[in-house]
């Protein structure tokens, strides 16, 4: 008797029932499931996880397209349970497969008191879809939701105004801006359609800014629907933009209170942006903030995304601060100035109330030609500490 061969035999016998005698061990494992799972900052995410190895090998190769990765993997939002998902689209955002997982994170927050159903359809196509529903709970919040700002905060606007951004104090829900935002004339009439109404409305993550968007096709000079019905808003009138109490938050509950803002219509704005006009005061030192005002105002969410500072090629940290009806940006360093040269940079989609960029105006009027010049990704004004 051989007992190392025997032995061998032994061993040979106990990976073969550990392997099933060729399969891996995510082939012997429990069917692939679905779980909603939650990352940092509260964000969450939908997640495959038991799949088979050939599954795994076949989403490695598989295209970057997001039509291809919602045929095998969506997520729908649901008014209940019982509703299918046939003809509705799925939820946009952003696919990624790790140690074996497949993972789907929203482009948005999710919002309590909706059902999201998430499909999976594995490659076999014999193999039946897998299907599970979620539901996130509704926050405790101990005092009711405000309509906290609205931008721009002047009350003159040019006559093409592209767009307003309504800050909450906390998450709302989606899917019902546009029955809750009305703009009146100065005889409290309600102009009809004047604002674009998207099927995904634009918020941003946390459920709390929502882009308000005039309709382009009442703004630019030109487009049939101004010429049949006219602009939205006219120079040398006024208009309230009201937002009702009904609008819900994310737990539900109606605002705290009906919001108006009265604002007059000036003349229209089709110059474009140049950073030449802008007054940069320069820090002595410490940390005292740099002041840089525009003869303008600018879009308050690009001013505090597209301008910041840098210092031999690298950002300075600090904070951003945004006030005087948006014509004057402030930034604060964490640490104290050093000596030397920094440039204040702006990337050339910054723009104005009327859409008009470093690089271009948003509109081009043949009765008032522009002069149009190539520029560069970002602008650069240089400044001194001493």
């Not at 910054?350 to 010049?373: C, H, M, Q």
């Amino acid at each position: 008797m051989n007992l190392a061969n025997d032995w061998r035999v032994v061993l040979l016998a106990i990976g073969c029932i550990a392997d099933a005698c060729g399969a891996t061990a995510a082939d012997q494992a429990q069917p692939a499931v679905i779980r909603l799972s939650t990352l940092g900052e509260g964000q969450r995410v939908f997640d495959v996880t038991g799949l088979s190895s050939e599954e795994r090998t076949a989403l490695a190769d598989f295209p970057q397209d997001d039509a291809a990765w919602q045929a095998r993997f969506a997520v729908y939002a649901l008014a209940d349970r019982k509703a299918g998902v046939e003809g509705r689209p799925a939820m946009v955002g952003s696919y990624a497969l790790d140690e074996g997982r497949l993972r789907f994170a929203p482009r948005y927050r999710l919002d309590p008191g909706v059902i999201y159903r998430a499909v999976y359809r594995p490659a076999e196509r014999e193999a039946a879809p897998i299907t599970a529903d979620f539901e996130i709970p509704a926050p405790r919040a101990a005092r009711p939701t405000k309509l906290a700002a609205i931008y721009p905060s002047r009350d003159r606007l040019p006559e093409n105004q592209l767009k307003f951004y309504l800050h909450f104090s906390a998450p709302m829900s989606r899917g019902e801006a546009y029955e809750h935002v009305q703009l009146l004339d100065a005889q409290g009439r309600p102009i009809e359609l004047p604002f674009l109404e998207l099927g995904e409305e634009l918020w941003d993550r946390e459920a709390k800014r929502f882009t308000l968007f005039f309709d382009p096709g009442r703004i630019k000079r030109g487009l049939k629907p101004r010429e049949e019905v006219g602009p939205a808003i006219e120079e040398g009138k006024s208009y309230t933009l009201v937002i009702d109490a009904g609008w819900r938050d994310a737990a539900g509950r109606p605002l705290a209170a009906e919001v108006r803002k009265t604002f007059a219509v000036g003349p229209p704005d089709d110059t474009p942006l140049d950073a030449a006009n802008w007054k940069l005061d320069a820090p002595a030192g410490g940390r005292e903030p740099l002041v840089v005002e525009f003869p303008e105002p600018l879009d308050h969410a690009l001013l505090g995304r597209l301008l910041y500072v840098e210092r031999g090629g690298e950002p300075v940290a600090g904070e951003i601060a945004i006030d005087q009806q948006e014509t004057r940006w402030r930034f604060t360093p964490r640490d104290a100035w050093r000596p030397g040269s920094y440039d204040l940079v702006a990337g050339k989609e910054l723009e104005d109330l009327a859409g008009n960029s470093l690089a271009r105006p948003f509109e081009i009027d043949e009765l008032k030609p522009v002069t149009l010049e190539v520029t560069p990704e970002f602008v650069r004004v240089p400044f001194e500490v001493k």
